[in-house]
């Protein structure tokens, strides 16, 4: 979906942006953006002017990650407070506060417009998180010959593996076998 922010005076705009996002307003008002596959981002203004981003599910390492670059992208911009960064009340998110602009300049559209720059520098990390996610989905339900056995391919022992018959692991890796 996109959407156009014109800067300037609304009959004759300086600056005219076209952004591709997949952005929502609530009921309260927040701006919703969706475009990440790893986490929302949450642009709220009332009660509190902050930027909040909450996982889509996944809460690896890899979100955690890409949250803090769109805080440090925000931060390096001076679009939020450096020492509000923080985790969000919600497990596994992060959040921020800015400060509403004193002049006459549109926080929604800034912030927008900042988050669609970021998401352009974001997209090889996405694309790579895509392809790397189709590869092992690849090799493990459509392995190749040499990863791969036909049944009965390989022959049947009396002892395999690690776990030996009669042979058990007490606490504190103490071992000991029984006897019948």
Do not use: C
């Not at 990440?36 to 709220?44: A, K, N, P, T, V």
């Not at 392809?131 to 022959?155: C, F, R």
């Amino acid at each position: 979906m996109a959407i156009t922010i014109k800067i300037g005076d609304a009959t004759k705009p300086e600056k005219v942006f076209v952004l591709n996002l997949n952005v929502k307003r609530s009921p309260a008002g927040d701006l919703m953006i969706f475009d990440h596959d790893d986490f929302d981002i949450i642009i709220q203004q009332k009660p509190f002017t902050r930027v909040l981003t909450i996982p889509k599910g996944n809460n690896s390492e890899a979100v955690y990650q890409s949250s803090d670059r769109l805080f440090k992208f925000l931060l390096k911009r001076g679009m939020i407070k450096p020492d509000s960064i923080q985790g969000g009340s919600i497990y596994g998110s992060l959040e921020a506060i800015y400060k509403p602009s004193d002049e006459n300049y549109n926080m929604e559209n800034l912030f927008l417009i900042n988050i669609h720059d970021w998401m352009q520098e974001e997209r090889p990390y996405i694309e790579i998180a895509q392809e790397l996610e189709a590869i092992t989905q690849d090799s493990l339900l459509d392995p190749n010959q040499e990863m791969s056995t036909e049944l009965g391919e390989v022959p049947q022992e009396t002892i395999k593996g690690t776990l030996r018959p009669g042979y058990n692991y007490g606490p504190y890796w103490q071992a000991y076998t029984y006897e019948e």
